[in-house]
């Protein structure tokens, strides 16, 4: 059974940081791109970062780069979100997915992307 278990989120205030993590099991994920993606109350599910397989690549969404940090430790099979200098607009639901698939110049998710649950960040002001 293939499991994406985030973790990491919480409650936090404006200019703090936070460092999602996204344990894999049930398959070898090393392989693949992932990314995070973020939902908040009434709007589309977003991607905020992708990163290749071997970590050398990275992508993120404007109003987020320079602030977060995607990595990837393919020996533990985990993905990180490290998310500094938080903003109340950065609050949402976070969750990591993969294997994502690169077309048109960016990441996407597919049908055969596997979702984790989510973990809450709320960044208050």
């Known amino acids: 059974q293939v499991q994406l278990v985030e973790s990491g989120g919480g409650l936090v205030q404006a200019g703090g940081s936070l460092r999602l993590s996204c344990a894999a099991s049930?398959?070898?994920?090393?392989?693949?791109?992932m990314g995070w993606f973020r939902q908040a109350p009434g709007k589309e599910r977003d991607i905020v970062a992708s990163?290749?397989?071997?970590?050398?690549?990275?992508y993120y969404e404007a109003s987020v780069k320079g602030r977060f940090t995607i990595s990837r430790d393919n020996a533990k099979n985990t993905v990180y979100l490290q998310a500094n200098n938080l903003k109340p607009e950065d609050t949402a639901v976070y969750y990591c997915?993969?294997?994502?698939?690169?077309?048109?110049?960016?990441?996407?998710?597919?049908?055969?992307?596997?979702w984790g649950q989510g973990t809450q960040v709320t960044v208050s002001s």
């Open positions: 990163i290749n397989r071997s970590g050398g690549t990275t």
């Open positions: 049930g398959r070898t994920f090393s392989s693949y791109p």
């Open positions: 997915a993969g294997p994502l698939v690169y077309a048109s110049g960016g990441y996407y998710s597919t049908q055969s992307s596997y």
